[in-house]
């Protein structure tokens, strides 16, 4: 049974950087999928922060600009997200995913984790 | 303001069909992306339900299934059960943000 389980800090200060980590059971990260980082804030619908592969390889959200990096760690079976400068706006509910290719370039986000609330306040 | 456009809720008594549609555009749907629905609980995991705008994972109910139109996709539920009470999101590319989007979520209850 594939399981994801995001962790970090749950209050982060504004100008201050958001990092998170997925850490994946019952899979191997080396294997091929993209990771991708999604985002509830509250009230609001989902949105699609980035993902990113086991080879290092990104795709990213134009909307967060230079703000995010995402990495992979292969020895841990974990993958990360960083966002910076972080304001009140980026508080939300942060989701890890793993996406799966089921046709040619065709893809659906098959598991997911719980969530991890983070909140950006002094 | 949700690039794919769904109803805020929908409601059915229970053994009814519902259906939540979900409105794009040329640069997302129209384009010829593929159309994936999840099933989101508060505090819970959001669920796969219906990928590739009509194929069903695995230990999904029949009871679920799932089109594709012009710039529109839709998911019906029969059969309406209260297990099936939930926030529902579709989910497509847009070619023109280059970026995975979301429906702003439909809330479902079952009466």
């Given amino acids: ?122 | 303001q949700s690039v794919l456009t769904q109803p805020p809720s929908v409601s059915g008594a229970p053994g009814q069909r519902v259906t939540i549609s979900c409105s794009g555009s040329a640069s997302n749907i129209g384009a010829d992306y593929d159309v994936n629905w999840y099933q989101s609980l508060p505090g819970k995991a959001p669920k796969l339900v219906m990928y590739g705008n009509s194929h069903r994972p695995s230990g999904v109910p029949d009871r679920f299934s799932g089109s594709r139109s012009g710039t529109s996709a839709s998911l019906a539920i029969t059969g309406l059960q209260a297990e099936d009470v939930a926030d529902y999101y579709c989910q497509s590319y847009d070619r023109g943000l280059t970026a995975w989007v979301f429906g702003g979520g439909t809330k479902l209850t079952v009466l």
Avoid at chain 1, 28 to 48: C, F, H, M, T
Avoid at chain 1, 52 to 77: A, C, E, L, Q, W
Avoid at chain 1, 97 to 116: F, H, I, L
Wanted: with cysteine; charged share 15%.
């Fill in chain 1, 1 to 122: 049974q594939v399981q994801l389980q995001e962790s970090g800090p749950g209050l982060v200060k504004p100008s201050g950087t958001l990092s998170l980590t997925c850490t994946v059971s019952g899979a191997s990260i080396n294997n091929d999928y993209w990771w991708s980082w999604v985002r509830q804030a509250p009230g609001k619908g989902l949105e699609w922060i980035g993902e990113i592969y086991h080879s290092g390889g990104t795709n990213y959200n134009p909307s967060f600009k230079n703000r995010v990096t995402m990495t992979v760690d292969m020895s841990t079976n974990q993958f990360s997200l960083k966002l910076t400068s972080v304001t009140a706006a980026d508080t939300a509910v942060y989701y890890c995913a793993r996406v799966r290719e089921y046709g040619p370039q065709k893809y659906c986000s098959d598991y997911w984790g719980e969530g991890t609330l983070v909140v950006v306040s002094s």
